[in-house]
């Protein structure tokens, strides 16, 4: 399946070494990390995320997306993963994410790009149902997320921390998840 999703303002696709100074230099960022484990990543936890990125899309044939505008520019990292969270409750499917550029919020890159990926998910997933946690004090994605058809299922707890978990699209059975099985 094509791994390179375009949308009318959008370039996503899989991470390359050629990304990792624009990525790290975001995951540094303490204002995008603030509700994303709440403290800015090193260099050396930046560049085992985009590892982690390449392992998804070699392992599982899906993961997160490099974001770029129509001129190229750094936008941020969207995608689906399995991180295998114990997360209460458990997800029952692929787990949608996203993270922007601090210079890109607040311009409708996130609903596009995420709204491009659930369009891709369903594709190659052949269900819409896809979950995401977002801390409670990121309203900024609470909206994302409502916007592209997610609702809150519970409040929940990941690593001993409040969350909201998210999803869209029905159950797909009420059999553990088989999240990565194609």
């Given amino acids: 399946m094509d791994r390179i999703i375009q949308t009318p303002r959008l370039v996503l696709r899989p991470h390359t070494r ?3 100074d624009e990525s790290a230099a975001m995951w540094g960022d303490p204002e995008i990390t603030r509700f994303i484990g709440g403290k ?3 260099r050396e936890e930046a560049w085992t995320r985009l590892l982690r990125s390449v392992g998804h899309w070699d392992v599982l044939g899906f993961g997160y997306w490099v974001v770029r505008d129509g001129a ?10 399995d991180f295998q969270r114990e997360t209460e409750p458990r997800l029952d499917a692929p787990e949608a994410g996203w993270v922007l550029a601090r210079w890109a919020h607040g311009q409708g890159f996130a609903t596009e790009a995420v709204r ?11 269900s819409p149902r896809s979950c995401c946690l977002i801390d409670p004090g990121n309203a900024s994605s609470v909206h994302v997320a409502q916007k592209c058809g997610f609702v809150k299922i519970a409040d929940g707890t990941y690593r001993g921390e409040p969350t909201l978990v998210f999803a869209r699209g029905p159950r797909i059975d009420s059999a553990p998840s088989r999240i990565g099985s194609g």
């Fill in 18 to 20: 050629a990304d990792f």
């Fill in 72 to 81: 190229g520019r750094f936008v941020g990292e969207v995608g689906f993963a």
């Fill in 40 to 42: 800015p990543c090193t």
């Fill in 116 to 126: 491009a990926i659930l369009a891709w998910g369903e594709r190659h997933f052949g």
